[in-house]
């Protein structure tokens, strides 16, 4: 299996533009997880979905940022527009539903200028 | 709702000498228990996982870790570490009914 894939693995941008983040998840996981690391704030959830559905979205910051789901292969998360505060890595993992464990991806790493 | 407590942000060792990164969780109901490692620049990866059944739980790399209900601790233990043991150690925790609580992260520096 390749794993969870991510994609771009690094992306620099300029503040106000519109970033886009993607992931595929492991053939036959259910469930799809978006984090955000900092050395801040840590690991911190974002946001995650259940068979496509979006079940949690508590720790999305702000209206700026939105995740969609349009099949069980495939996710984004959009950050539009983007900040400085908004450079971090971000995550995608997935899961079969439940309480079970979680496959990372290899992390996007976002640089806003 | 259930949480993780990493009580060391850092632990420095020197190489070959044993470790324990430490770990307590607070829940009101029945819990699964994993520590993730990750690398510089790379993905958190899953070390052990305790569902049920023996309480010490043998992982990846040489490691283990003991569930202890009475007091709700997690640790993670190797007898001998290497300089390639040098990463980020996460403790999670998850319920029959949530998804996975994640700790602050413990950073394991191995020097020579």
């Known amino acids: 299996d390749a794993g969870v894939i991510q994609s771009p693995r690094h992306e620099v941008t300029e503040m106000g533009q519109e970033v886009t983040l993607r992931c595929k998840p492991i053939?036959?996981?259910?469930?799809l997880f978006w984090y955000r690391q900092t050395m801040m704030r840590g690991l911190e959830l974002l946001i995650y979905f259940n068979n496509n559905v979006p079940i949690d979205d508590s720790g999305m910051p702000e209206d700026r940022f939105s995740a969609k789901m349009p099949n069980a292969s495939f996710s984004t998360l959009k950050i539009q527009p983007s900040e400085p505060r908004d450079s971090a890595v971000y995550f995608c993992a997935s899961s079969l539903a439940g309480p079970y464990e979680q496959y990372f991806g290899p992390g996007t790493r976002l640089t806003v200028t | 709702a259930q949480s993780v407590t990493q009580l060391d942000s850092q632990v420095p060792v020197f190489e070959e000498a044993p470790v324990e990164l430490r770990c307590n969780y607070s829940?009101?109901?029945?819990?699964?228990l994993f520590w993730y490692v990750q690398y510089p620049n790379q993905g958190l990866q899953l070390l052990l996982k305790y569902l049920s059944g023996s309480t010490l739980v043998k992982g990846i790399n040489g490691f283990e870790a003991e569930f202890n209900k009475s007091q709700t601790s997690f640790h993670l233990r190797k007898p001998s570490v290497h300089i390639s043991d040098t990463a980020e150690y996460f403790c999670a925790v998850s319920t029959r009914y949530s998804t996975l609580t994640f700790g602050k992260g413990t950073m394991l520096l191995v020097s020579p």
């Open positions: 053939s036959g996981h259910n469930s």
């Open positions: 829940s009101s109901v029945s819990v699964y």
